[in-house]
């Protein structure tokens, strides 16, 4: 009998092992198991043998039909053709051989019935596999099978290789199949309440089905196990947080937030109210707050976070706000300085009586500045620190970090997000990520499992609405003219434009880069090089918007140019920013009222998404144009059509989701996962993943450790096993 554990060489020999392991990296009776057929076929199906792509890796089923043998042209040897069929399609096998091949045309006979499997080519017009791996199968066989059993029988297809055929795997897994022992690690509460098989059922459902429904039963159940497994690890995880101790900090009346709740210019959101209502009794416990807040792009997150931050502050404690880009920090830092006034100014003329200090730390400052904010920060003088990757560094150390506050998260992995946390000493500070990139539930669920999560659905009153439009430049050249024809007009009403580029330019850039952040860009249609900040800042100065004022921006300018632009333009000194996506997330210029993004068809539905919210944030209509040299029907023209068409953020990213593979979505991060969900799909698994969280927290509430599911921990320590493997592979 065999265990999922056992290695394969000893349940199916050496032979066959060698090569399972070699291409396809299965090594235990589990990873053969978990290689799952990629589709069935019956004989029915196989009929379309002119479906056949070339290059392909196929086992077909068929009838010979015919077969020849001539001399090899001008040299030793013989060429031995089978011509097959299924009755329909036709498909030629062909061998090659020094000497004469009788024996294979003792083997290979008119109506010989078999599987046949190789690559596909094609030869003189003719489909066909050379030297195809064959399995003849006997006439006993036949008689053995009624004919319509025959005819409905599936034959799985696996995904094979080179070296390894699809159905050689099956033969490996037959054997398997038959030796199998398995305990269920699939509590039997949860079994009978979904109606679920056992899990060696399954496994002979995938692999050996009858029918459609037992494959539809078998895939069911496996993708629970994928999902509640999962899930279990996460609960897990959860259940361990809660085991941290952390300083409460809870709210203190007549302190820092009253006072910063007095001045606010507005209303908070009723969807603010809440997120913020939630977190401020989180922070009130004694033991770490992990939450994620996401909202649309000008949603006020950061109001939340500010408000969350001066709780703390009240409660004696500190908090460090982490933002992905250098122009982001300071735009972080300039504007919760002013919203703060008084209650920031600490030590200075005209400082209110509790206030606090705000301090920058950011990879730019000057030595004295740094030393002065890294002060400050030990000293515990600055309640609020605010910064970049910087913040990370190891010097950077302080008095009592309570509250880590993670801005625009997908730009940070999981291990920024502990180091970070591990400034704070024996306890841990509580944790707020931010993200504007809405994320599907089930990516939420999977992906940032171990958070609890707060969303605002909802923009402040009063915003404007984001017309955008596509504009052909390739099929109407004079488009083009009138996008700047549109910004002149803007600038002349005194209103300032975005002009974005997915290129720095002009020497030194790759596809990628600026403050060391991907740009998600798409490979374009074409194969000229995306435009570039640079060359079309002096095209424009030059040509259509001569007059005006225009600035640059990317990542290549020293930080204080850099910071020179982004003030200038904050400051509407400047018409027109012609810009990378340094001004991607969280930018707030509410004068700013058109962007054009050139070569749109470069970036991501989300990140159009994204950049699009840096207009029509004030009272005055934004507007977007997509400029795009992308074909009409294609692929990238539809993309761009749909984030013309909606403004729903939540759509775009299933969008998203749909069009990356999985694995990208769930990230580096999180690379074990990403084969751990070999059936599951996120986007539309998600009851099955909603109800498996539910049970599995249940199960691990119930018993932590898992003492009364022996197999289950077994199956978790697999599971676990393998992405400490895959993780380790990866860095
Ligand atoms: P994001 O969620 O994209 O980070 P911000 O926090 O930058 O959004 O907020 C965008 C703008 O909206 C800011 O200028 C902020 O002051 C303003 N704002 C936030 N909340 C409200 C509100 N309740 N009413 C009006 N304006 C608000
Ligand atoms: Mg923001």
Same mark, same amino acid.
């Given at each position: 009998m065999a265990i999922l554990e056992d290695p394969l060489r000893l349940v199916v020999g050496d032979r066959a092992a060698k090569p399972l392991d070699r291409a396809l990296e299965l090594r235990t009776v589990g990873d053969l198991l978990r290689h799952y057929p990629r589709r069935y076929e019956t004989r029915g199906e196989l009929t379309d043998l002119a479906e056949l792509r070339d290059g392909e890796y196929?086992?077909?089923?068929?009838?010979?039909?015919?077969?020849?043998?001539?001399?090899?042209?001008?040299?030793?040897?013989?060429?031995?053709?089978?011509?097959?069929?299924?009755?329909?399609?036709?498909?030629?096998?062909?061998?090659?051989?020094?000497?004469?091949?009788?024996?294979?045309?003792?083997?290979?006979?008119?109506?010989?019935r078999g599987l046949f499997s190789g690559q596909v080519s094609t030869f003189k017009g003719k489909r066909q596999l050379a030297h195809p791996d064959y399995?003849?199968?006997?006439?006993?066989?036949?008689?053995?099978?009624?004919?319509?059993?025959?005819?409905?029988?599936?034959?799985?297809?696996?995904?094979?290789?080179?070296?390894?055929t699809s159905w050689q795997i099956a033969r490996s897994v037959r054997i398997v199949l038959d030796v199998l022992d398995i305990d269920d690690p699939m509590p039997r509460a949860i079994?009978?309440?979904?109606?679920?098989?056992?899990?060696?059922?399954?496994?002979?459902?995938?692999?050996?089905?009858?029918?459609?429904?037992?494959?539809?039963?078998?895939?069911?159940?496996?993708?629970?196990?994928e999902a509640f497994q999962l899930q279990v690890v996460l609960a897990q995880r959860r259940l361990a947080a809660t085991a941290y101790s952390a300083t409460p900090r809870p709210r203190t009346a007549g302190g820092l937030l009253d006072s910063y709740d007095a001045r606010l210019p507005f209303e908070l959101t009723v969807g603010q109210d809440l997120a913020g209502a939630t977190i401020g009794d989180e922070l009130a416990?004694?033991?770490?707050?992990?939450?994620?807040?996401?909202?649309?792009?000008?949603?006020?997150?950061?109001?939340?976070?500010?408000?969350?931050?001066?709780?703390?502050?009240?409660?004696?404690?500190?908090?460090?706000?982490?933002?992905?880009?250098?122009?982001?920090?300071?735009?972080?830092?300039?504007?919760?300085?002013?919203?703060?006034?008084?209650?920031?100014?600490?030590?200075?003329?005209?400082?209110?009586?509790?206030?606090?200090?705000?301090?920058?730390l950011t990879g730019s400052l000057g030595a004295a500045a740094r030393r002065r904010a890294l002060l400050e920060a030990a000293s515990g003088t600055a309640g609020i620190v605010i910064g970049t990757h910087a913040l990370l560094e190891e010097q950077v150390q302080f008095a009592d970090l309570g509250l880590v506050v993670i801005d625009e998260q997908h730009r940070f992995g999981v291990e920024q997000r502990d180091t970070l946390r591990a400034k704070a000493?024996?306890?841990?500070?509580?944790?707020?990520?931010?993200?504007?990139?809405?994320?599907?539930?089930?990516?939420?669920?999977?992906?940032?499992?171990?958070?609890?999560?707060?969303?605002?659905?909802?923009?402040?009153?009063?915003?404007?609405?984001?017309?955008?439009h596509v504009v052909p430049a390739a099929e109407k050249p004079h488009y083009l003219e009138r996008v700047w024809e549109r910004l002149r007009?803007?600038?002349?009403?005194?209103?300032?434009?975005?002009?974005?580029?997915?290129?720095?330019?002009?020497?030194?850039?790759?596809?990628?880069?600026?403050?060391?952040?991907?740009?998600?860009?798409?490979?374009?249609?074409?194969? #000229?090089? %995306? /435009? *570039?900040? @640079?060359? &079309? !800042?002096?095209?424009?100065? #030059?040509? %259509? /918007? *001569?007059? @005006?004022? &225009? !600035?640059?921006?990317?990542? #290549?300018? %020293?930080?204080?140019?850099?910071?020179? !632009?982004?003030?200038?333009?904050?400051?509407?000194?400047?018409?027109?920013?012609?810009?990378t996506t340094v001004v991607e997330v969280g930018v707030d210029v509410p004068n700013a009222t058109a962007m054009v993004i050139m070569d749109a068809d470069r970036f991501g539905v989300s990140q159009l998404h994204q950049l699009r919210g840096?207009?029509?944030?004030?009272?005055?209509?934004?507007?977007?144009?997509l400029v795009t040299e992308a074909e009409a029907d294609g692929k990238s023209r539809q993309r761009l059509d749909a984030v013309a068409a909606t403004l729903d953020g939540f759509k775009l990213s299933r969008l998203d989701l749909e069009q990356r593979r999985e694995g990208d979505v769930l990230g580096a991060a999180q690379a074990g996962r990403r084969s751990s969900l070999k059936l599951l799909t996120l986007l539309k698994d998600e009851d099955l993943i909603g109800e498996a969280r539910k049970q599995a927290q249940r199960v691990?509430?119930?018993?932590?450790?898992?003492?009364?599911?022996?197999?289950?921990?077994?199956?978790?320590?697999?599971?676990?096993?393998?992405?400490?493997?895959?993780?380790?592979?990866?860095?």
């Open positions: 196929v086992t077909v089923q068929a009838e010979i039909a015919k077969v020849t043998t001539r001399p090899m042209r001008g040299r030793r040897g013989s060429i031995f053709e089978a011509t097959v069929t299924d009755g329909h399609g036709v498909l030629v096998l062909t061998f090659f051989s020094r000497g004469r091949q009788d024996w294979r045309g003792r083997q290979l006979t008119p109506g010989a399995e003849l199968l006997d006439e006993g066989d036949d008689a053995a099978h009624a004919a319509a059993e025959y005819a409905a029988e599936m034959i799985p297809v696996y995904p094979a290789a080179k070296e390894i079994r009978d309440r979904h109606d679920l098989c056992g899990l060696a059922d399954a496994l002979r459902g995938i692999h050996r089905p009858i029918d459609r429904a037992d494959v539809r039963r078998a895939t069911n159940r496996l993708k629970w196990d416990l004694d033991h770490p707050m992990h939450r994620l807040l996401q909202g649309e792009v000008g949603s006020g997150k950061t109001v939340i976070a500010v408000r969350a931050m001066l709780q703390v502050v009240d409660g004696g404690g500190q908090a460090a706000l982490l933002a992905p880009t250098e122009v982001l920090a300071q735009q972080h830092f300039r504007s919760i300085t002013e919203q703060l006034g008084p209650l920031g100014q600490a030590g200075e003329l005209g400082g209110a009586e509790h206030a606090t200090r705000v301090a920058l000493g024996d306890g841990r500070p509580h944790v707020l990520v931010m993200t504007a990139t809405p994320i599907p539930r089930t990516v939420a669920m999977t992906v940032f499992g171990d958070l609890e999560m707060s969303t605002l659905t909802e923009l402040p009153a009063g915003r404007s609405p984001i017309v955008t007009e803007e600038a002349g009403r005194g209103r300032q434009c975005y002009v974005v580029c997915p290129r720095i330019g002009q020497g030194g850039d790759g596809p990628a880069g600026e403050d060391g952040t991907p740009l998600d860009n798409e490979p374009g249609d074409g194969t #000229r090089p %995306p /435009l *570039a900040v @640079l060359d &079309l !800042a002096a095209e424009l100065e #030059r040509g %259509p /918007l *001569a007059g @005006l004022r &225009l !600035a640059v921006l990317h990542g #290549r300018l %020293p930080p204080d140019e850099k910071d020179a !632009a982004m003030l200038a333009f904050a400051a509407g000194s400047v018409d027109v920013l012609i810009t840096r207009v029509g944030r004030g009272s005055h209509e934004g507007l977007c144009l691990v509430e119930a018993d932590p450790a898992l003492a009364g599911e022996p197999a289950l921990a077994a199956a978790i320590r697999v599971l676990l096993d393998r992405e400490r493997a895959e993780y380790l592979e990866k860095a």
